[in-house]
Structure formats: C-alpha cells, structure tokens
C-alpha cells in the first residue's frame, strides 16, 4: 500500500513569512495527526483529525499555526507568520483509527532565517 | 502526566551485544506503548508494540519488557547488528483517543 505523502520535502523561509505543508493520508485512515520534530527531541503533537473533526489541538500555537483536513482526506499545515523557532521537520501521520498503529510520512524540513 | 521519560540519550554497543533502552510514564491511563525506530532523513517506523496486561512481547530479535506496578517498560535488542543504528523512540498513547505522546529519544550506534 502507498504510504503517506508530504511535500514539499524540504523548505527555507525567512521569519515574518508564511508557509503551507500538505499531506495524504493513506487511503481509509480516518486519524491523521501533524507532529512537530525539533532536532535531537521526539516528535510533538500539534494537531489530531478524526476524519475532519479535530480531536486535539492543545498544542499548536493558534496564533500562527493553522491545520484543516478537507473532506477527511487531505491536510494541510500553515504558519503565518514563521519564527526561527518554528524551524524544525514537521511529520505527518496517519492510522486506521481504532488500530493504534500511526505510519509516519518523511517529513517537511523547514528551515526558518 | 503526559510526559514519557527516556534513557540513555545516546547509547554505543558493539556488533552482537545488547542495547537496553528504558521508559517511565506517569499517567495510568496510558493502554498502549508502540516503540519507533526512526533513521535519519525518515519517519518514525512502528517496530513493536505492548499492551499493559503483558509483560514481554518479542519480535524476531527485538523485546519489549512492560513493568506496569513500575509504570516502566524497556526495549531490548537482541544480536545487535550495525543496521540497528538509529534513533529509537518510545510512546504511550491514551486510552480512548489514539494520542501518541514520545519520548525524548535514544540515538543509538552499533559498532562493528
């Protein structure tokens, strides 16, 4: 089965800009999650869907991130406006849902100057 | 009580010998702990999972031990080999909504 998609790979943005990540899921996961992965430290959870429903946001920073999943399927992630701070990869995963098992994509790096 | 401790930060075991890499939790309420294995430039990638009415699970030459009165659980890999190297990562995750909480990571390099 594919795996789950993120582009762009890689991204270098000076700070006061935006920037969009975007992932696919794997087909029929109903949870989708974006983490935050500063180097040398484990993933963070910034956001959870359920479908298109958010389950946790706790942690994303709602003044500059955003997070929508369309129609269950496709999410994107947003800063407006980036801070050197944001730099970090930002991994996107998927999982079926009630069987607990997360597959991580490869990651966005964003590198904020 | 979210927070997933983990140690060594950084671990060095020669070919054949075996890496122990150890978690704490707090929150009872965690049901599940997934291990990750994440190689640079990738995703974490499940690599064995335990729930906490067991106390040991293997998969060919990786164990999970589970301590549940300790709220502790250990990765054990047996006959290390060089493509072992990489970072390991535990998790626990809630019961009820599916939230993966990590730890801090242990890099771990295997020498010939």
């Known amino acids: 089965e594919a795996g789950v998609a993120q582009s762009p790979r890689y991204k270098i943005i000076e700070k006061r800009q935006s920037v969009a990540f975007w992932c696919n899921p794997i087909s029929g996961h109903a949870t989708l999650y974006w983490y935050q992965q500063i180097l040398g430290q484990g993933p963070k959870l910034l956001i959870q869907?359920?479908?298109?429903?958010?389950?946790?946001d706790s942690q994303l920073p709602k003044d500059r991130f955003s997070a929508e999943r369309l129609k269950g399927v496709d999410s994107t992630l947003k800063i407006q406006p980036a801070k050197l701070e944001d730099s970090a990869v930002y991994l996107c995963a998927s999982s079926f849902g009630q069987g607990l098992e997360a597959f991580f994509g490869q990651g966005t790096r964003l590198t904020v100057v | 009580q979210q927070q997933v401790k983990q140690s060594p930060q950084s671990l060095i075991v020669q070919k054949g010998g075996i890496p122990i890499i150890n978690c704490a939790y707090e929150n009872t309420a965690f049901d599940y702990f997934p291990w990750y294995q994440q190689f640079p430039g990738k995703g974490p990638a499940l690599l064995i999972a335990i729930r906490p009415d067991v106390s040991e699970k293997k998969e060919g030459r990786f164990t999970i031990s589970f301590n549940k009165s300790a709220k502790q659980f250990s990765l054990h890999i047996m006959d290390s080999q060089p493509g072992d190297s990489a970072t390991y990562f535990c998790a626990a995750v809630l019961d009820g909504n599916e939230k993966l909480t990590f730890g801090t990571g242990t890099r771990l390099t295997i020498i010939p």
């Open positions: 869907f359920q479908n298109n429903g958010v389950v946790d």
